[in-house]
């Protein structure tokens, strides 16, 4: 009786403080101001003594605490194995130390904690999400340590991730979107990295075995290759002992190496895939920038004068408005480690694709050559930094912030004059990135589809 009477009381402060936190929430959020973003000021960083860089911004108004550890242990590092960083990752909480999966979920669930992880090109990512109630926190932490540090990569648990990749990836063979996405990747990055597919091929995930991926584990998952983000409501001393908890869980190891510059499409194509679709399925672009690039807001807010704006977009204006031939276009800079993609995309008709695939290339040349008209610029200025507060509202878009400011070595000042550079940026600079920047005859197009 005393035990179940416990077990309720438990659950009843867990719903108590749930609830609490979602009318914080919902309070905060609608006080999200138009002003910069968090001054550097506000945001602290240190090394643990096994060299895990640490980045801490108090958040107390919320009873709450976001973490996001990143590794350089994305799919760039699967060398001949593709599929292997994202196979590994997805491990991790599939058993560790004396628990298995079930019991890993159930012991977050019990203190209303949230676990997640996931993988890009550069990085590997675990999350968590915890009340900063003492004794829910340490259920959380724990658990989220051992799964951290103590994986347990069972033949049986990677056999089933297997299985599920190769779902995953039979899926995906039947998406033109995703196939035209893969070509593009690989023609633009050649033997470079990035090329690689994340979710690997059906041989290469057919191959994984465990020692691979405890390998890769160990090389990749250690304290000198990792950056940990923590915003929420702890103090300094509290965020101090829990770095050097999470770095406690990991071996010293070394920072990864870094990866090879991208070499610049030497001269563009087009690659036409069939497919047995109605939709032709276009992506075009090169080589980009990389975080940290010095071009980096002049092509940014070019972009999103070109194609990143969606419906108020040049390219927009041009392939949807003037012609019809597409309900949505869009372009993006993707900036990584090294050289990111260039890339704009679009569904159109079969019978439209060359007509599309021309109008694109010349709204760019054009653009290009041109450089934006002033009034647009303004608008778009005034677009970015209005809309950047809401980037910046919340613990969780702070932590997603912070960890992407660690990892690629950006300062800490880069939040609070984000919108400065916007606005300093001129339609000369634009005119100038984009010419030095982009090569009209060194541009990828991948069509897939449009035969039905």
């Known amino acids: 009786m005393n035990s179940q009477r416990k077990h309720q009381t438990g659950w009843q402060r867990l719903l108590f403080y749930s609830l609490l936190v979602l009318l914080l929430t919902l309070a905060t959020g609608a006080q999200a101001g138009s002003g910069p973003g968090p001054s550097a000021a506000g945001i602290e960083h240190w090394q643990t003594e096994n060299g895990l860089k640490v980045y801490f911004m108090a958040a107390p108004a919320l009873p709450m605490l976001d973490l996001r550890l990143v590794f350089r242990a994305g799919s760039a590092r699967d060398g001949d194995q593709p599929g292997l960083a994202r196979l590994t990752n997805g491990l991790l909480n599939a058993g560790a130390g004396d628990w298995d999966a079930d019991t890993i979920a159930d012991r977050f669930e019990s203190v209303g904690a949230q676990y997640d992880a996931g993988t890009a090109r550069d990085m590997a990512y675990l999350s968590l999400r915890s009340l900063v109630e003492p004794d829910w926190l340490e259920r959380a932490l724990t658990t989220f340590t051992t799964v951290l540090g103590q994986p347990s990569f069972s033949e049986r648990d990677l056999e089933r991730a297997r299985r599920q990749s190769l779902v995953a990836l039979e899926a995906e063979a039947q998406r033109p979107g995703t196939v035209a996405r893969r070509l593009f990747f690989e023609a633009v990055f050649g ?247 982009l090569d009209p005859e060194g541009l990828i197009t991948v069509v897939v589809g449009g035969e039905n």
């Open 191 to 437: 033997d470079h990295p990035y090329a690689s597919p994340p979710l690997g091929t059906p041989e290469s995930v057919a191959a994984i075995d465990r020692e691979q991926v405890q390998a890769f584990h160990r090389q990749f998952y250690v304290a000198r290759n990792g950056v940990l983000v923590l915003v929420g409501g702890v103090s300094r001393e509290q965020a101090k002992e829990i770095a050097a908890r999470v770095a406690a869980a990991l071996p010293e190891g070394q920072a990864a190496a870094p990866l090879p510059e991208v070499e610049p499409v030497a001269e563009g194509r087009v690659i036409r895939q069939p497919f047995p679709s109605e939709q032709a399925h276009i992506f075009m672009g090169q080589t980009g920038m990389r975080r940290g690039d010095p071009d980096y807001f002049p092509l940014y807010v070019g972009n999103h004068m070109l194609g990143g704006r969606s419906l108020t977009s040049l390219l927009f204006e041009e392939v949807r408005n003037a012609r019809g031939l597409a309900y949505s276009i869009n372009s993006s800079f993707v900036p990584m480690e090294v050289e990111g993609p260039f890339v704009m995309g679009v569904q159109t008709q079969a019978a439209q694709a060359d007509e599309a695939i021309q109008v694109m290339r010349d709204t760019l040349e054009r653009f290009r050559r041109q450089g934006p008209d002033p009034e647009q610029l303004q608008a778009s200025q005034r677009n970015i930094t209005g809309g950047f507060p809401l980037r910046t509202a919340s613990n969780r878009d702070m932590v997603s912030n912070l960890a992407m400011m660690g990892f690629y070595g950006l300062p800490l000042d880069y939040l609070h004059t984000y919108n400065d550079h916007i606005e300093s940026v001129s339609a000369e600079s634009i005119r100038d990135a984009f010419q030095r920047r």
